[in-house]
Each structure stands twice: as C-alpha cells, then as structure tokens.
C-alpha cells in the first residue's frame, strides 16, 4: 500500500468519449505529477502540480487537462483521444517539487485503452 | 543522444549471482541520481538514491561518477524477488524545481 489510490485501474474509451482519471494521495503531500508509461519507453511526465498550482506542463497536448482542486486530489480530463495516446497513466505524489533528494511516491496506474 | 541511457537487457542470472547495472546520463548539470524498481504491471518504487560518495544498503550498491556522468547499480547475491526492471533516474535543476528523468529500465530475471 503506497498510500496513492488511481481509479479507474483499467480504462477502454472511444475517440470521441470524454473520461477522467482520479488520483488521491493520502501521504499528506504537497505535490503531485501525472505520467505517461507507453510500451517501449521511459515514463514520461506531463504535468506538475505543487501547493496546488500547476508548475510543469510539458509540452501535453491539449486533448488531456489536468485539474488539482486540492493537495490531496489529482484528476486528468481526456476528451478526444487518439489510440496512441494508450499507455499507462501514472501519478506520484511526493513532500515538495523542490527538495533534491525528493522521493515519489506512484499509485497503481491507469491502464487506458483508446478504441 | 537520450537523456538516461539504460541497457534493456533482459539479464537473466542465477540465484546467488552478482549483477551489474550501468546508466549514463546526458545533463551535466543533473544533481540528484536514484535507482526505482518497477515490478512487472505495478508501480515504481525508490529503491535508493544514489549519493557522490557511493552507498550501500544490504545487498544494493550505487555509485556515482560525475566526471564521466554515470551511475551504476550491483546486486550481490540476487534472489528470485530481485526479479523486476531497475529504473535509473536523474533529476536536473531548472528554473524553479527539478523534474525526474527516466531511463527505460534495465530488465532482471532472476532464476532458480
């Protein structure tokens, strides 16, 4: 139990759904991240939130939108995916962005499918 | 040139063997160095960070070489648990904080 809950754990949507992915981090962490694990490559981050403002966006397209209402709770809003965008979305909360030796702590994932 | 580079391996060794891991990075300007290990379909974990002087934690030792931006990662005595892909990973320092950088992982699969 690492103390960061994702759901859904499995996703399957269409082109044209429009779904989200819930994290929550009971660590009492102050930031969070969202990545993306595809088949074949290094995890790669996409977004940054610490004391719940988004720090770090990097260089996602705009078809996924991450929301931070508070430090706890991390969502990421798909609408109009492409099958290449399947992978394993991951997030991570960690104490601070800022601290060198900062350890990240990941949830479970979310295995997306897109049709 | 990528970022992290990691040999995917896989490795497949005894129970018992030494096993050796190497990384090299590309930002010279990289500060801090970790080792995860990711099970397979589960999330990463730290396994440890990696400091300039070297450090060992039971069977696990990393080291770092700045000079020639290169982290390493042995295993003496693997056991089937140390079955799983070992992450390297580098976080460089730009702007306001520093962001983690994976490697592809470095496969191990640890037989009887």
Redesign the interface.
């Given at each position: 139990e690492?103390g960061v809950t994702q759901t859904p754990r499995h996703l399957v949507m269409g082109m044209t759904n429009k779904k989200s992915l819930k994290c929550e981090q009971h660590l009492g962490h102050n930031a969070m991240y969202w990545y993306k694990q595809s088949a074949?490559?290094?995890?790669?981050?996409m977004f940054?939130y610490?004391f719940k403002e988004q720090?770090?966006n990097?260089s996602v397209p705009s078809r996924f939108s991450p929301e931070c209402p508070n430090s706890s709770h991390l969502f990421l809003h798909l609408h109009t995916l492409q099958p290449e965008d399947s992978a394993l979305y991951?997030c991570a909360s960690s104490q601070g962005?800022?601290f060198?030796?900062n350890?990240?702590f990941?949830?479970?994932?979310t295995r997306l499918t897109v049709l | 040139r990528k970022e992290v580079e990691q040999d995917p391996g896989p490795f497949n060794v005894p129970e018992g063997a030494t096993v050796a891991f190497n990384c090299t990075y590309s930002n010279s300007a990289s500060q801090s160095f970790f080792w995860y290990r990711q099970d397979c379909r589960k999330e990463p974990k730290l396994l440890m960070s990696v400091y300039s002087s070297g450090n060992e934690d039971g069977r696990f030792t990393a080291q770092l070489n700045r000079a020639s931006q290169y982290i390493s990662l042995l295993i003496r005595d693997s056991k089937l648990s140390d079955s799983a892909t070992y992450l390297c990973v580098v976080r460089t320092w730009g702007g306001s904080q520093g962001n983690l950088i994976f490697g592809k992982g470095t496969k191990l699969s640890v037989k009887p």
């Open positions: 690492t074949k490559k290094p995890l790669e981050l940054v610490n720090t770090e990097n991951l962005a800022g060198e030796y350890e990240q990941f949830g479970p994932g | -």
